[in-house]
C-alpha cells in the first residue's frame, strides 16, 4: 500500500486551482488531521509536498519493496 501524504499547505494550493472541490463540508486541515493522527502507519508513506506526478512515481518504484506471500 502507498498512502500520499503531502502537507495540509500543499492539498489546500493544489485544491484552490481545481474547478471540482473533493472535500466537501470538510477542511483540508481536518482531514489532514485525520489521515496523520487515525491512520495505521501501514505500507510506504510518502510526503509528495514538493514533487511532480513523475517524481512520485519514480519514488514509489525505488522504494517498493516486493511483497512476499
Known sequence: MVVLAPDAATV?????GRA????????????DRGLRETTP?????LDTSGQTP???VDTILAEAVPHKP
Not at 502507519?41 to 508513506?45: K, P, S, V
Request: charged residues 30%; glycine residues 8%; aromatic residues 12%.
Open 41 to 45: 502507519r501501514i505500507g510506504l508513506w
Open 54 to 56: 513523475e517524481q512520485t
Open 12 to 16: 489546500a494550493a493544489r485544491e484552490a
Open 20 to 31: 471540482k472541490k473533493a472535500y466537501g463540508a470538510f477542511s483540508v486541515a481536518d482531514l
